[in-house]
């Protein structure tokens, strides 16, 4: 599966983006991490595509939002009201693990089978 992600780049505090990212096939889990400079990736939201229920990671508050598409098998992360403490890369992922968003998340950043490239989100103040 092959990732493709648009929608970064530089806004002021208190906008907003939507981060797209267009998947060449289907895999049961999808979904969005982050890396702040100089830390490690830490997931930010996931969706099963199957059911659409989305799960966020605790430290993500109500301002971002994660959607998808299946007929274009394209996930999105709203992101608004942006902090300059969002800058970070943020990466599309997806699992093939099996997965119905009724449960917890059966992988980790360490499994995850595919990434994207990354996109650039920077929030000046």
């Known amino acids: 599966v092959q990732l493709a992600e648009s929608g970064g780049g530089s806004v002021e505090a208190g906008g907003s983006l939507k981060l797209s990212c267009a998947a060449s096939?289907?895999?049961?889990?999808m979904g969005w991490f982050r890396q702040f400079p100089g830390k490690e990736r830490e997931g930010v939201a996931v969706?099963?595509?199957?059911?659409?229920?989305?799960i966020y990671a605790g430290s993500v508050e109500g301002r971002f939002a994660i959607s998808l598409d299946n007929a274009k098998r394209t996930v999105y992360l709203q992101i608004d009201n942006l902090k300059p403490e969002d800058t970070a890369v943020y990466y599309c992922?997806?699992?093939?693990?099996?997965?119905?968003?009724?449960?917890?998340?059966?992988?980790?950043?360490?499994?995850?089978?595919?990434w994207g490239q990354g996109t650039q989100v920077t929030v000046s103040s």
């Open positions: 096939g289907y895999s049961h889990i």
């Open positions: 992922v997806a699992d093939k693990s099996l997965w119905t968003g009724s449960e917890p998340c059966p992988v980790e950043s360490a499994g995850i089978q595919y």
């Open positions: 969706i099963a595509p199957s059911t659409l229920k989305p």
